[in-house]
């Protein structure tokens, strides 16, 4: 198996927001809350929850803040998942990340929610990758339903023996404000307050002070 031991994964600022060209400013990123947490990768159950039906349908290796999963046999059931609680109805949002594929067939990403009757559906169209030499960026976006539910990221290596998926740190971020640190400037966070600041020409009340300050 080959050991992306120097594959280099998302370099992050405060939250895990990319700072690569054509990402968003030091300053724009520490205003983004990372939704899965600043934990680096340790091993695959402290990220997600593996899956290796049997047992020899795939190997995992965990290095340098690097998950990889490489395909070792045909069939089964070899994935990774994490169940995403708390986000907030009725919102955008962007699962992130740096993702590689070698070897042959297409890796897949997606993420699902859970719908009324206690089953699973996907909340968007699953991404497709295939090995192309380099990393590649993952982008999904999707909206949260009228009522809070769970949300579940599903990541899949290729089927057939020998391909490999490669996995960075993936982030989750409201869409709004992802696009407004990225320099979109018809995009405008608002903050919620748990209590609205007193109109008496003073700017001294913790809603002034703990709203994070936005030019442009």
């Known amino acids: 198996m080959t050991r992306h031991s120097t594959l ?33 990768l340790k091993t695959p159950a402290g990220w997600g929850t593996p899956v290796n039906i049997p047992e020899d349908t795939g190997e995992f290796l965990v290095a340098n803040g690097v998950l990889t999963m490489a395909r070792k046999r045909p069939a089964g059931d070899f994935k990774i998942y994490r169940v995403v609680t708390g986000l907030a109805p009725d919102t955008d949002y962007c699962l992130r990340g740096d993702v590689r594929v070698e070897g042959p067939g297409t890796a897949k990403i997606g993420v699902m929610r859970q719908t009324e009757n206690a089953g699973w559906a996907w909340a968007a169209p699953v991404c497709e ?19 809070k539910v769970p949300f579940c990221l599903q990541l899949y290596p290729p089927a057939e023996v020998g391909g490999e998926l490669s996995l960075g740190r993936l982030s989750v971020f409201t869409d709004a404000a992802l696009r407004q640190a990225f320099g979109d400037e018809n995009v405008y966070p608002c903050h919620a307050l748990d209590l609205a600041p007193k109109v008496d020409g003073l700017l001294d009340d913790p809603a002034w002070r703990l709203t994070p300050e936005v030019t442009g």
């Open 129 to 147: 990758f295939t090995a192309a030499g380099t990393r590649q960026t993952a982008e999904i976006r999707f909206r949260t339903p009228p009522q």
């Open 8 to 40: 280099h994964a998302l370099t992050v600022f405060a939250f895990g927001v990319t700072l690569a060209a054509g990402s968003p400013s030091a300053r724009a990123a520490g205003m983004l809350a990372n939704m899965l947490g600043k934990a680096e």
